[in-house]
């Protein structure tokens, strides 16, 4: 105290040799006179002596505490942790606890800086509130209060000097605690961040929000509400992410994050699938201060362009670069407005559009894929010729462009339609060497496999596929497409076994993956190849044909191929493997076997182990059976989980053909109205369109529902059962109404034209003597027109040609027949 620092430390040494009993309490007056003159190594070795013996005195927690103190300031994070987890279970009085909390507090600081968020978490974890360290440090000021009033003998031990300057230590670190009105809130504010940076936005935005509604005074304030707009966003809560947008632009018009927030304001909703509520908070966010005017609207016109809203994107377009000439954004701008030309098939204002263009942007990013369009409008036109030299040339003058991929397609499309096959194939495999988007990549492999397949360049098909299977692992469904077109390729090439090992290497992995859709058709194609081929077999005179092969034989062998691994063996593999026996059953004309198999599927599958293929083949298996709640089951997780896949629209379908059965005939109605609009164009298109014409028919709705049935019969791709069937019910339709004459023809050429769908034809064939029953007319054979026979006669006449045909037997109406005959 006298400013003899270095006299003193070698008296505290002297003390320390010849009463060691002293060293814990004089090595913490040596190290902190070692550490105000700036020695903390030699500092640091003292107090690593007091510690020694272990971590439990009073003194030693002290030594433990400025040893972490030390290290913090030195950056020796790890050293400084270890040390105040030692401290930690022993510190637990008010002596040390502010200076805990000091340390703690500088060690999380460092640690987050060093963005070591888990550890700085720990550390700040550690720090106690201000109410608590509030009450704690008047604790110890009373207690050396005490001590001062007689040295030496109170709580605290030290001289008089000592316990004064530690008094004063203490009372002005609880004036800087109690006059910081936001040590809490910076508190709070720490942990927030490190939930934030460690991905734990609940626990964040609880922070957050603790500083946000009650430190209104916070600095960091705005920066904690935009801490909760991104914490919600990532925890899809956009609803109220984009609540705390609207509340940090009202509170906070001179924030930092103010531009990005009027952003995020918008590209919440897009990114939630809300495109017109994105299009209105764009607009909307212009209007807030320091907006970025030019962003938003571009990115306006963006959304409206992707909704197709093509005037308004235009005009959207089109006032951003009148209003702001000199725009980042010109040059995307003039080119989605020719684009919108060119989708609304406007060729004339297309081509002065993308003219204008090139002509502003000689070297604009777009001015390949601009006379690419130029071109494809002159293809359309069936100018090819003069489309077909602009596009060589683009070839000659871009080939690496990031669009020549399109360019080689359409070059390729044009070579088709002349039919030079060898310049279109070379073409399409250019395209899928250097397409950059999974569309054109798509389309041109797409039509590259159609023709090697045509020109039975089956190697080549297989390489192309290989190539695609080595370089895009990435997209599963994709990845087994190729195995399909591979195999196929491998067998026509005469190398069985490879494609089946192929087929089989590709199956195991992918069987326990119900979201995989592309496995059921593997199965299938593996099948195809391991079913024996029904051939007659030549034996010569004398010799034993040899042994069929038998499903059993098969059946194991199949197993083997696509059993995965034990480990791996869930519901979803276990389904599919009895799906492949069953379909190898079918496949070898087994039918009992195949309806055994298919009814154990029904019978136990959960629809949480259904792949979309097997969930929309259960469902409809087991609404025909009857068991609507399995049916509902496996539909409902079709819509929830896989409504953008091909077997979707069975799940509509087959809602409302539940919704039917049920007698639930408006929201039946409902359903298939929405499945129509849902997947137009959909596989199931035809099922929802008799669904509504029957549904409609049982509403009496008789005038509607007979023109969907007239509709069906003008559609030639729907002729067969369903004409079939639109002709019985346009009988029934008037037979519903008491025009039994009217209904009569409609029955007749049922049972005419249409004898390959037996139990329509059964039907017809009972209504149609009904009809006749119902006129009850005598012959006329001088009407017009004539009639030959009495209606009850002809209605025998049909009943007897009826229960004449073997072919109708089994049906219940043939039963009944026989039942109005025997009346008659």
Sequence with gaps: NKGEPDKGIEILKDVVNKAPEMKAEAGLFVAEALKKQEKPDEALAVLKSVIADGVRSAESIQAAMMAADIHVAKGELDEAGELMEKVKGY??????????????????????????????????????????????????????????????????????????????????????????????????????????????????????????NEFKEFPQRDRCVFGMIIANAQLKRVKAARELCERYIRDFPDGEDLGTVSEMFGMLAYDAGKLEDAVDSFNKAEGFPKADKERLRFLRGNVLFEMQRFEDARTAFELLVSEFPETAYKDDSLYRIALIYFYQNDSINANKALASYIKENPKGQYVVDARYRMAFIKFQAREVDTAMKELEKLVEEAPNDQNIGQVHSLLGDAYNQKQDFDKAIEHFALAVDKAKSDDVLTYAMDQATDLYAGMNKWQELGDMWQKYLATHKDNEDQELKAVLWISRARVKEGKLDEAKKLLSDAIKPKIPNAANQQVEGLIQQLITLSAPKRRRVVVA??????????????????????????????????????????????????????????????????????????????????????????????????????????????????????????????????????????????????????????????????????????????????????????????????????????????????????????????????????????????????????????????????????????????????????????KL
């Excluded at 002596?95 to 909390?101: E, K, L, R």
């Design 541 to 822: 005179e004398g010799e034993t044909p040899p042994p069929e092969i038998t499903f059993e034989q098969v059946e194991k062998e199949l197993e083997e191929m696509i059993t995965p691994p034990e480990a791996a063996m869930n519901g979803t593999a276990q389904m599919r493997v009895l799906f492949a026996k069953a379909w190898l059953a079918k496949v070898m004309r087994e039918p009992d076997k195949a309806e055994k198999l298919f009814a154990v599927i029904i019978e136990v599958a959960r629809p949480d182990d259904l792949s979309p293929m097997l969930l929309a083949t259960v469902g409809d298996n087991a609404r025909r059976k009857g068991d609507f709640d399995k049916a509902a089951g496996c539909y409902n997780r079709l819509n929830e989980f896989f409504k953008d896949t091909e077997f979707a629209d069975g799940a509509a379908v087959g809602l409302a053909e539940i919704a039917y059965e049920k007698g639930e005939n408006e929201n039946a109605l409902e359903l298939f109205n929405k499945a129509l609009v849902d997947y137009a164009g959909s596989s199931r298109m035809l099922d929802a369109t008799l669904g509504k014409a029957k549904t409609l028919f049982r509403l009496k709705k008789y005038d509607e529902a007979n023109k969907i049935y007239a509709e069906i019969l003008n559609i030639r791709e729907w002729r067969g059962e369903a004409h079939a069937e639109s002709l019985f019910m346009q009988g029934e339709i008037e037979f519903a109404q008491g025009r039994f004459g009217e209904a009569i023809p409609f029955y007749q050429r049922v049972f005419i034209a249409h004898q390959k769908w037996k139990p329509i034809m059964a039907k017809a064939y009972l209504q149609c003597a009904r009809a006749f029953l119902q006129l009850n007319r005598p012959a006329d054979p001088q009407g017009m027109p004539p009639r030959q026979y009495a209606d009850r006669e002809a209605a025998k006449l049909t009943l007897i040609e009826m229960t004449k045909r073997e072919d109708l037997k089994e049906f219940t109406e043939y039963k009944q027949a026989g039942i109005e005959l025997g």
């Design 91 to 212: 510190a637990t009085g008010g002596d040390n606890v502010a200076q805990m909390n000091n340390i703690y507090l500088r060690l999380g600081d460092q640690m987050l800086e060093k963005k070591s968020f888990r550890e700085a978490l720990g550390a700040y974890q550690m720090v106690r509130r201000k109410v608590e360290i509030s009450g704690l440090q008047k604790a110890v000021i009373a207690k050396i209060e005490q001590s001062l009033a007689n040295p030496g003998k109170g709580p605290i031990r030290g001289t008089k000097e000592e316990l004064e300057e530690k008094l004063k230590v203490n009372k002005g670190l609880l004036e800087e605690i109690e006059t910081r009105t936001d040590y809490d809130a910076s508190l709070y504010y720490r942990l927030g961040r490190c939930y934030f940076e460690m991905g734990r936005f609940w626990e964040s935005l609880l922070a957050f929000d603790v500083i946000v």
